[in-house]
């Protein structure tokens, strides 16, 4: 019996322009984190976020720390998170020395419950960190509005949403500040890199003062402040112009896988696909389902594993964070969180995938099913 083709989670997309860019880089002798690529990436980035400032970074995580950082968030403050993220939301604010508060996440977009929030906000509250979870944007009119009125900072965490919009307006524009992820299963990639987007010009220098090592721009090797190696580098920085370029091809791509599924696993009873809310056009990260009804604990693991069986790939939902020995509270009360961490599943999203791969993963996840099911 012949080994199935198997048929992995994520892919990067890399062209022949990628190794171009790259190379150019390399001839040029910038590799490090100065060169015309940064420059291109930053100016270009901050155009297609519709905002006045993007601040590169070395990746996803040391964004968010940046961001905190920058606003002087520290030891004795609080950050309100959702509950299912992953972790490295909640680390960021623990690099600060501050407290990650968890509230529960709202069925209708597994995004951060805006009223959960509201009864969160104490006096020790500094800032609200919402996630784009698998590219939806979070309700950001709502937080705004409640940042607004308490004096908080909004952060985004748009790590997975590269390519979302909420009412026509961009991922990058929504929130005071906007965090974003190029890791390499993510939408547009360097490997490893980040980027901060905002239109506060004076949030945007503090970052750029802190991403290297705190050195007076006007005055080298002279620290005023205590700052961090954050930095990108050119090449990473030849390799997003290159993705820039086919950004709106990778993301025609991967619509259309996620579409394929959803069109065709449609009548599959066991399966509920990510929902979309109005005025939201999702951010094509991964195809993402919940297995079995409500309340059910065993059918996605049983799916993952015949699946992997049968040569494709999974990844479960994000354990929540009120569950990891770091951040663990045992009084948070997250039920949504809860059921969607047991019933999640995403399947292979990446654009090298064409129709006749998304046909024959679609017969695997109904044969897997069947088996699970019946």
């Not at 519709?50 to 606003?71: E, F, K, P």
């Not at 993510?186 to 802190?210: F, H, P």
């Not at 599943?345 to 019946?374: F, M, Q, Y």
Request: charged share 20%.
């Amino acid at each position: 019996m012949s080994t199935p083709e198997r048929f992995p989670v994520a892919r990067p997309s890399i062209t022949d322009l990628e190794e171009r860019y790259v190379v150019d880089a390399i001839r040029s002798g910038w590799i490090s984190s100065h060169g015309p690529y940064l420059r291109e990436f930053e100016e270009r980035f901050a155009r297609r976020c519709a905002a006045d400032a993007a601040v590169s970074t070395g990746n996803g995580t040391v964004a968010l720390h940046l961001v905190l950082a920058a606003a002087g968030i520290g030891p004795g403050d609080e950050v309100i998170v959702p509950a299912l993220t992953y972790v490295a939301t909640a680390n960021a604010v623990a690099y600060c020395g501050a407290r990650a508060v968890c509230v529960d996440v709202l069925p209708q977009s597994w995004c951060v419950d805006p009223a959960a929030v509201r009864a969160a906000i104490g006096p020790r509250t500094r800032a609200v960190i919402a996630v784009d979870l698998y590219g939806h944007p979070a309700d950001y009119p709502a937080l705004r509005d409640l940042c607004h009125r308490h004096g908080l900072l909004l952060v985004a965490d748009a790590a997975e949403s590269f390519g979302a919009t909420l009412d026509g307006h961009p991922t990058g524009s929504l929130a005071d500040v906007t965090t974003f992820s190029f890791f390499g299963n993510k939408v547009i990639t360097s490997g490893e890199g980040g980027c901060v987007t905002t239109s506060d010009s004076a949030l945007a220098d503090r970052m750029r003062l802190l991403r290297n090592q705190g050195m007076d721009p006007h005055r080298r090797y002279y620290f005023p402040v205590l700052g961090y190696n954050y930095r990108m580098t050119n090449l990473s920085a030849a390799l997003l112009c290159a993705q820039l370029d086919r950004a709106d091809e990778i993301i025609a791509h991967r619509d259309r896988v996620i579409a394929g599924y959803e069109t065709q696993l449609a009548d599959e009873p066991g399966l509920t696909r990510q929902p979309v809310l109005p005025g939201v056009r999702r951010g094509p990260w991964m195809a993402a389902f919940l297995v079995g009804d409500e309340g059910d604990v065993t059918s996605r693991d049983a799916l993952a594993r015949a699946l992997d069986r049968h040569g494709v790939e999974t990844r479960p939902f994000f354990v929540p964070i009120i569950e990891l020995p770091a951040h663990r509270d045992e009084a948070a009360d997250c039920p949504v969180t809860t059921d969607l961490s047991r019933r999640g599943i995403n399947l292979p999203t990446h654009p090298e995938l064409g129709e006749a791969d998304v046909k024959t993963v679609v017969e695997r996840v109904r044969s897997a099913l069947a088996g699970v099911t019946g």
